[in-house]
């Protein structure tokens, strides 16, 4: 009727964690590392100068497609934010 789990010690875990082989890219402007090749080629991006997205109702530029996306919704009529708010974070 119930099950019997076996519970992972601590000895075990360690021995798990030490085992994994942590892949890592690394970013060649600034040294910054990434675990996934996606993420590092999406950060590299940032870092030339070539920018290819523009907002199509104010002009402004961005190197990311998701950051032009996001910018793209204070344009939005139901957003109750005036033209030319910019996101702050």
């Known amino acids: 009727m119930f099950a019997v789990m076996q519970v992972?010690?601590?000895?075990?875990?360690?021995?798990?964690?030490?085992?994994?082989?942590?892949?890592?890219?690394?970013?060649?402007?600034c040294q910054r590392r990434f675990t996934k090749p996606?993420?590092?080629?999406?950060?590299?991006?940032?870092?030339?100068?070539?920018?290819?997205?523009?907002?199509?109702?104010?002009?402004?530029?961005?190197k990311r497609q998701d950051n032009l996306k996001q910018h793209r919704t204070i344009h939005s009529p139901s957003c109750n934010r005036p033209f030319g708010y910019a996101w702050r974070f």
């Open 38 to 62: 996606y993420n590092l080629m999406i950060h590299e991006r940032t870092h030339k100068d070539d920018i290819t997205y523009t907002c199509e109702v104010c002009g402004k530029t961005f």
């Open 8 to 29: 992972e010690t601590d000895e075990r875990r360690e021995f798990r964690r030490k085992m994994r082989t942590k892949c890592e890219f690394v970013c060649k402007y």
